[in-house]
């Protein structure tokens, strides 16, 4: 099998993101016993080469949205689309920074169903593709920051997952949110085998309390700077909770299940000691391999030129999310 190597211009995890940070999910590769070279994913035309020189593109089709816009804030440096929509973490379309926008034709999010069932009086079916176009969606600007210490300014639109939580009547047993990510490998081709996906069992699973599903701030994001998600930014519909680690907000949702025990998360059951369940923002804890104290926000400067700054408790939501966890050990990893 032909193997490129990336050209010397072309950006990488590594400049971006400190050294002990980037072996991190490298680590978990190399335990399994395979390199980040051995990555191909295969096409109708034989193998597609992950390590191309070409530069990411801005990926599957997107088209403009009926949202309510924010107000931008004062000061805010909103990051630039060019770097949201081709720095991204996706495994199930490869796991280098620009595999998804490259891989990202793979993915059909048109039509699209997400259940939403489970604890609930109500369970029902959604057209994801109906809402889109019937309905003006809010825009939000959110901060994102990623547990590998960058962290970016995006505007999403979308609804409030509270919304959409209470039209299926949730009943007394329901105390946790279940995540699922679409499991099909023809259009997430990551999934066609641990060692394609980064050495996860997929589909990709997510969970949040009860409490903080239904939180304000938890939000079913739809759109990107106004158009409809691209795939590498987890079409047509993925979760965005600001104050955690990124890694929470899971992609291209088929299923939201109310359920009443705990549920598995996928990089928490990859590395449990590294990865929490909570997995909030917290300066003063520490990755067992890094320091978050502060992050690189990936802004105007794009990637080579990204500052440090420092990274702030619950991600800068205190206000909104603090009581949630009153009583909670938050420097423990939950
Ligand atoms: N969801 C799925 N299904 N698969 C993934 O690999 N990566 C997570 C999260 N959601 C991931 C996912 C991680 S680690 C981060 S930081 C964010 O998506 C990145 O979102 P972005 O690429 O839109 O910036």
């Not at 369970?123 to 210490?149: G, H, M, Q």
């Not at 590498?232 to 600001?242: C, E, S």
């Not at 998360?265 to 104290?293: C, I, K, M």
Request: overall charge neutral.
């Amino acid at each position: 099998m032909l193997i490129k190597r990336r050209s010397s211009h072309h950006p990488t995890e590594q400049d971006v993101t400190p050294e002990a940070v980037y072996q991190d999910r490298r680590l978990i590769l190399k335990g399994l016993g395979l390199g980040a070279a051995t990555l191909a994913f295969p096409t109708q035309a034989g193998v597609l080469d992950l390590f191309s020189a070409d530069k990411p593109t801005l990926g599957a089709t997107t088209r403009p949205l009926n949202i309510h816009a924010a107000t931008r804030p004062e000061g805010v440096i909103i990051t630039p689309e060019e770097k949201a929509t081709t720095h991204n973490n996706f495994y199930e379309l490869g796991t280098d920074k620009g595999d998804p926008a490259r891989n990202a034709h793979y993915l059909k999010p048109e039509p699209w169903q997400l259940r939403v069932e489970g604890e609930v009086a109500k369970p029902f079916t959604l057209d994801v593709w109906d809402l889109i176009n019937k309905s003006t969606l809010e825009e939000r600007i959110y901060r994102l920051r990623c547990v590998e210490a960058w962290s970016m300014v995006l505007p999403w639109s979308g609804i409030s997952l509270a919304e959409l939580i209470r039209r299926a009547e949730p009943n007394s047993r329901a105390k946790f949110v279940a995540f699922e990510t679409l499991y099909d490998p023809e259009q997430l081709p990551g999934q066609a085998s641990r060692s394609l996906g980064g050495g996860i069992d997929y589909p990709y699973v997510e969970g949040l309390r009860i409490d903080e599903a239904m939180n304000p701030l938890s939000f079913l994001a739809m759109g990107l700077y106004g158009k409809t998600l691209p795939a590498q930014n987890g079409a047509p519909i993925r979760l965005v909770v600001p104050w955690k680690y990124g890694f929470k907000s899971i992609k291209s949702i088929v299923s939201i299940r109310l359920v009443e025990e705990r549920p598995p998360t996928t990089w928490n059951l990859l590395a449990s000691n590294e990865y929490g369940f909570y997995a909030n923002v917290n300066p003063q804890v520490d990755h067992p391999r890094w320091s978050q104290a502060s992050e690189r926000f990936i802004g105007e400067g794009g990637i080579f030129g990204a500052k440090r700054q420092p990274t702030l408790m619950f991600n800068g939501y205190a206000d909104e999310v603090a009581s949630l966890y009153q009583g909670m050990d938050l420097r423990k990893w939950y």
